[in-house]
């Protein structure tokens, strides 16, 4: 059982990708979901979240202003949209179930999200 990204890709700096994440196991009435990326020789950090009602989110300072959360509760899916993009923002991106809050007010944690995507990797590169 696992969620599954996809979207990922090479694209120029200043370009932008859409990420999408979904699985059979992702209510999103009751989920969290999280997003999370891994740069290579680097830790995993957090990037985003979306809140159970759609309405809360949080970001990574370091996207705040160019990334952006959406849902489509029919397609049982979480987009993230990723404007802007920057070399620092390559990496394999994940998404996450998480039993947690999502609050622009509290810092997002890894270990509160308890099943994981596949991963997709996004390259920024001219």
């Known amino acids: 059982l696992q969620l599954v990204e996809s979207g990922g890709g090479l694209v120029q700096p200043g370009g932008s990708l859409r990420l999408s994440c979904t699985g059979s196991?992702?209510?999103?009435?009751?989920?969290?979901i999280g997003w999370f990326r891994q740069a290579p020789g680097k830790e995993r950090e957090a990037v985003s979240c979306l809140g159970t009602s759609g309405g809360r989110t949080n970001f990574a300072d370091s996207v705040k202003g160019r990334f952006t959360l959406s849902r489509d509760n029919a397609k049982n899916t979480v987009y993230l949209q990723m404007d802007m993009l920057k070399p620092d923002d390559t990496g394999v991106y994940y998404c996450a179930r998480g039993s947690t809050l999502c609050s622009a007010s509290v810092p997002i944690h890894s270990e509160y999200y308890d099943l994981w995507g596949q991963g997709t990797q996004v390259t920024v590169s001219s």
């Open positions: 196991e992702l209510l999103l009435d009751r989920h969290v």
